[in-house]
């Protein structure tokens, strides 16, 4: 299974003021992957699923966050 994090190198021109940002990140949804839903595909328990906010692992994708920790805007 591919990752969820893709990524692409920007086109940065010699006349940008700015420092380039060399990699930018994108995320793409687990169930882009998915084209139909097979049967039988493991579950997890109501609890688990209630925290992830999907009954499939397969179509769980965490989202992490890009914040650093003690930041002013947590």
Same mark, same amino acid.
């Given at each position: 299974?591919?990752?969820?994090?893709?990524?692409?190198?920007?086109?940065? %021109?010699?006349?940008?003021p700015c $420092?380039?940002?060399?990699?930018?990140?994108?995320?793409?949804?687990?169930?882009?992957?998915?084209?139909?839903? $097979?049967?039988?595909? $493991?579950?997890? %328990?109501?609890?688990?699923?209630?925290?992830?906010?999907?009954?499939?692992p397969a179509? /769980?994708?965490? /989202?992490e966050s890009?914040? !650093? !920790?003690? %930041? $002013?805007?947590?």
């Open positions: 299974m591919q990752s969820q994090f893709r990524k692409y190198y920007p086109y940065i %021109s010699p006349f940008d $420092p380039p940002i060399q990699v930018k990140l994108y995320n793409v949804p687990p169930h882009l992957y998915i084209a139909f839903q $097979p049967p039988g595909l $493991p579950q997890f %328990s109501p609890y688990e699923a209630l925290k992830k906010g999907t009954l499939w179509l /769980y994708g965490p /989202y890009k914040i !650093e !920790e003690g %930041s $002013p805007w947590l």
